[in-house]
DNA sequence: TCTGGGGTCCTAGGACCC
DNA sequence: TCTGGGGTCCTAGGACCC
């Protein structure tokens, strides 16, 4: 049996807990640049504001509804997730952290499950201002499809049982009772079900969660596919997703970015993929791993319709897998030029470390070569000042100088302050 | 008249998730 | 004027190799 813990709007409440008078108002984050909204408060879904709506849509299609929006604020996020996570580990005897603003809990031998996790809900609101779901099933989709019931029963009154609100355990219920929820339940909402496969299922006549659970998962596998059995089989009951207790090893590290401007000088892209390829590095050496290739790609924008389109991308092999920066950077480079075309708007480009290895695999050779191909310790110190004194402190020439304006950087107008995370944002209390 | 088969790599794109 | 970023997995066609 597993749980859910899931932050409610979770960067929206992020915010309000040091910005109160933003509560019972329509809050929305918004992405990089300013561009839409990644997260609402109750009030903005109100308002009819969905899930990726351009901001630029949003003020003029409603200038008066009062919208607050706050761009993304991502140290402070996290911070909070830390503390969050913490409290929610409390559940049970093992936890696994999904995303910023989820953990599924392993409730092996946790008696009292409902009332348990209706105290640990209380304690995240109470300590760190977080309202959450926490929903409780057999599989992990169950767990999901109840934090989902847990949620919605809160906001929408009727929707489902009453006593289903904020804490929804789903492997307390009679039969008949937990074959209704899933019969109240829209099929898209189903963990692993996105858009293409519900409007397949629609095709098909299904309408509800109760009828995915009693498809036959054979035919699911040969008219679909295997995962979409899995997904079947979770509602029926049967684990197929495994509990992840420690976090697999990343594939691929990404660092990409839309500009904040069109952006048509190979120069400019240049400066901008050194600092993606650095960026890049960064992770790769904190998970302790060294990168096979990097791949390099540039876009133009797919929603300027009217402009001519270009989209590349290449891959270049490094002579050995490396943490180098200056390996990583001289690689990132080398692609860009290759797949630069002069006279288009680019709106987009980004860098990925592939093939992936852990560093430890390499060291025999590594020791006879000076440096090590972790570029050793002067990437280390790098690491370490950046870190220290801030993104940035010290960079590859190529990411472009202080004090010249960089044309590619991203727009974060109405950004708060790191009020957790940095020593000249804490907020002010008044006596 | 008649033109193999298997493997790998790259690029591109689609599906899902947060 | 203005549309995110970071992941995973899968598929398909073309280039290239033997």
């Not at 909070?80 to 093992?94: D, F, H, T, V």
């Not at 696994?96 to 092996?108: K, R």
């Not at 993104?391 to 950087?409: D, F, P």
Request: a positive charge.
């Amino acid at each position: 049996m597993y749980a859910l813990v899931d932050g409610n709007n979770f960067y929206v409440s992020c915010e309000r807990i040091f910005r109160p008078a933003l509560n019972g108002r329509p809050v929305i984050v918004l992405s990089n640049n300013d561009g839409c909204a990644i997260a609402r408060s109750n009030e903005a879904k109100a308002l009819g504001i969905t899930m990726g709506m351009p901001w630029f849509q949003i003020r003029t299609q409603m200038p008066h509804a009062g919208v607050v929006a706050l761009s993304a604020n991502f140290g402070l996020y996290g911070d909070i997730s830390n503390r969050m996570m913490s409290l929610a580990a409390g559940l049970g005897p093992e936890q696994e952290i999904y995303s910023i603003d989820e953990s599924f809990v392993g409730l092996a031998g946790v008696r009292d499950v409902t009332a348990r996790a209706r105290r640990v809900r209380e304690r995240i609101h109470q300590w760190i201002g977080i309202p959450c779901g926490i929903g409780i099933g057999q599989t992990k989709t169950l767990a999901k499809l109840a934090n989902h019931v847990a949620k919605t029963a809160e906001r929408k009154p009727g929707s489902y049982p009453a006593e289903l609100a904020q804490v929804a355990n789903l492997a307390a219920l009679h039969a008949s009772d937990f074959d209704a929820v899933l019969a109240a339940t829209d099929l898209g909402e189903v963990w692993g079900i996105g858009r293409r496969i519900a409007e397949q299922l629609r095709g098909a006549g299904l309408s509800t969660a109760l009828d995915v659970a009693r498809l036959r998962p054979a035919m699911v596998r040969s008219r679909w596919n295997v995962t979409l059995e899995k997904t079947v089989r979770e509602l029926q009951g049967l684990s197929c997703i495994a509990f992840e207790d420690v976090p697999p090893a990343k594939k691929e590290i990404a660092s990409t970015r839309s500009f904040g401007r069109p952006v048509t000088r190979l120069e400019d892209l240049i400066e901008a993929v050194t600092e993606f390829a650095s960026r890049a590095g960064e992770k790769l050496r904190r998970q302790n791993g060294h990168a096979g290739k990097v791949l390099t790609f540039v876009h133009t924008s797919p929603h300027r319709r009217e402009d001519p389109q270009y989209s590349r991308s290449v891959v270049v092999p490094l002579r050995r897998p490396t943490a180098d920066t200056g390996l990583l950077v001289q690689a990132a480079v080398a692609g860009m030029r290759q797949i630069y075309r002069p006279g288009y708007k680019m709106a987009k480009a980004g860098v990925h470390l592939l093939e992936l290895q852990d560093a430890a695999i390499g060291q025999a050779e590594l020791a006879l070569d000076e440096g090590g191909a972790d570029g050793g310790h002067l990437v280390t110190a790098v690491d370490q000042l950046n870190a220290r004194y801030g993104r940035g402190t010290v960079q590859i020439a190529s990411a472009g100088t202080a004090g010249v304006r960089r044309q590619w950087v991203m727009r974060q107008d109405l950004k708060t302050p790191h009020y957790t995370t940095s020593w000249k944002e804490l907020p002010l209390v008044r006596a």
